[in-house]
C-alpha cells in the first residue's frame, strides 16, 4: 500500500533505507530513528545535518548500550548476532506510532510533499524522548543550523 503510495521517489528511497536500517539493526520496527538514518543515505539531507550515516550509527549503538547498562544488562564484549535478511514490502504495520505520524506529517500539506527535506524538517522539530531527538542530542546537532541549511537549498 505505502510504495503505491509514494512511487519510486527520493521519499521513496529515504523510506526503504530506513527500514533497511531497521532491518540491519535486527529491530521488528521502523522508528524516527530508523527515519533519520535513512535520511542520511540521501545526499541532500546528509549534507544539511552535516553528520555521516557511520556516525550516527556508532551514536544509535551508543545509546541502546546506554539504555541496556541502565536495566541491568551487561553488554561490554558481546558482538552483534546476525540477523537474516527478511524481505516483504514496506508496509504502514512496520512503522512505530510517532514514525507513522512523521511521516504523515511530512507528506500532508506542503508544496513540496514527500521530499526528504520536509521528512527531515519534521523530524529536527521533534523533542526528546523521542529517539530521533534523542540521536540528534548525542550526536551534537545544530538543529538551528540544519533548518537554516534546509533553507538556503530551497
Given amino acids: 500500500m505505502l510504495d503505491r503510495l509514494i512511487a519510486k521517489s527520493p521519499f521513496a528511497a529515504v523510506l526503504t533505507a530506513a527500514l533497511e536500517e531497521?532491518?540491519?539493526r535486527g529491530d521488528r520496527r521502523l522508528g524516527t530513528e530508523?527515519?533519520?538514518?535513512?535520511?542520511?543515505?540521501?545526499?541532500g539531507s546528509a549534507l544539511a545535518l552535516g553528520i555521516g550515516l557511520a556516525d550516527a550509527r556508532a551514536a544509535l549503538?551508543?545509546?541502546?548500550r546506554a539504555a541496556l547498562t541502565a536495566l541491568g544488562i551487561e553488554v561490554e564484549g558481546l558482538r552483534p548476532a546476525e540477523v537474516p535478511p527478511r524481505h516483504g514490502k514496506l508496509t504502514l504495520g512496520?512503522?512505530?506510532?510517532?514514525?507513522?505520524a512523521v511521516v504523515n506529517e511530512a507528506i500532508r500539506g506542503t508544496?513540496?510533499?514527500?521530499?526528504?527535506?520536509?521528512?527531515?524538517r519534521v523530524l529536527v522539530d521533534l523533542a526528546p524522548p523521542d529517539p530521533a531527538a534523542e540521536l540528534?542530542?548525542?550526536?551534537?546537532?545544530d538543529r538551528e543550523a540544519v533548518r537554516r541549511r534546509l533553507d538556503s537549498a530551497t
Fill in 22 to 24: 531497521s532491518r540491519r
Fill in 34 to 43: 530508523h527515519l533519520l538514518l535513512g535520511l542520511l543515505h540521501d545526499p
Fill in 61 to 64: 549503538d551508543r545509546l541502546d
Fill in 94 to 100: 512496520a512503522f512505530t506510532s510517532s514514525a507513522r
Fill in 111 to 120: 508544496p513540496r510533499p514527500r521530499d526528504p527535506a520536509r521528512l527531515l
Fill in 136 to 141: 540528534l542530542v548525542e550526536l551534537g546537532a
